[in-house]
């Protein structure tokens, strides 16, 4: 269970902003070659004319630093140093998906200030577009502070500035300054939840959802449930579902799943279609568990449904932060090369390889620290990925 505290905006030792951390990803084991050198001539046959897979995607919602604690297994007030990673789940995913060779597009809100450069600098260098991200002079850009247990699993410790964070950039995204030609020419549109909460960003996303869904864009939404955004859970949680309706797939967390339906992960894993049938206008849920492992049920265009369960990857949990944007962002590139939804919903092969290569893009994140510094390149989950070929044989 996610705790949730208050803190200073300063740094927990005193010190002012110190500026964006970046740690250099270590590489992972190389194995499985020859299945390895398939999958990237499976990439490279179904990428496009100008070097992407196919297809566009956008993604919505909040970008942020998120505050993370050097020491693990300590509470927030025995934190001794913090170091600030660039983050927000659907800048995340986002990064994630530019990363994995994808054109992407992102659209948020940040305030006119450092850390509004920094991020924008971050997506920029990792090839995502920003040309839609508004700037607002009077409010700042977002900060989250982290802690992490011993494991590396974090716990949101709160905004640097009091109450439910409505003060912030992402609270404020202008629905009559969305881009949206960029939107309506994505091939899939991703968004979260969190900016429900907050009212004009919550006609933004609404419209949004709105104009990708009548040009035939697949929409996907990752609940991300965070009761700090909310003053009122119970109310949230109406929203939300009420929101998710609207989805073509839906992304959800064991977290998620407890606190917004009552199902437990148990049956989840063993039954995913019982979670899939909550939703009955969407094509397909995603339910990840971080080392129990992922679920899918999805159907397909005749209406056949595909379920399955895959196990984790046993990589060294470094820090979990972004685990599930990765997640989120290796099915989105199985899916694109596939085709699209209607072509990997109605091929359970297809379907399962791409939840595999999902948890692979997931695994690798965990690895490193931070979420949007910890997302890795296609040749890094493709490695990982390759050794998949010990429990399926894809190939």
Known sequence: M???????????????????????????????????????????????????????????????????????????????????????????????CSRLGLDVAFVTALGADKQGDELLDVCRERGV?????????????????????????????GFGLPGVGSEYADAHIDPERLPLDTITHGSVVVTGTLGLSYPTTALALRKAVKSARAV??????????????????????????????????????????????GISLALALINPGAVAERFPNARGVLITAGQEGASYSFRSPTKAEHSGVVPAFDVGVTDTTGAGDAFTAGFIFKMLQAGGLDAISANPRLLKEAVVFASAAGASTCTRAGAIESQPTLELVEDLYATSHKWYNFW
Not at 74 to 80: M, T
Not at 131 to 148: E, F, S
Not at 254 to 259: R, T
């Open 216 to 261: 035939g864009a697949t929409v996907l939404v990752d609940v991300n449930w965070r009761p700090v955004f909310w003053e009122d859970a119970a109310a949230a949680k109406h929203v939300i579902m009420e929101y998710l309706q609207s989805a073509d797939v839906i992304k959800l967390s064991d977290a998620d799943l407890e606190a917004l339906m």
């Open 2 to 96: 996610l705790k949730y505290y208050h803190t200073p905006k300063r740094l927990a030792d005193g010190s002012p902003w110190s500026g964006l951390h970046v740690r250099p990803a270590p590489s992972i084991v190389t194995r499985g070659r020859a299945a390895r050198l398939r999958v990237r001539a499976d990439a490279a046959a179904a990428a496009s004319t100008a070097g992407k897979a196919p297809g566009k995607v956008v993604c919505i919602g909040e970008a942020l630093f998120d505050l993370i604690a050097d020491q693990k297994g300590v509470p927030r007030e025995k934190v001794r140093s913090w170091k600030p990673y660039a983050g927000g789940a659907p800048c995340n995913v986002a990064v994630a």
């Open 129 to 157: 577009n920003v040309d839609g991200v508004q700037r607002l002079a009077g409010h700042p850009t977002r900060d989250v502070y982290v802690t992490r247990d011993k494991d590396g699993d974090r716990e949101f410790a």
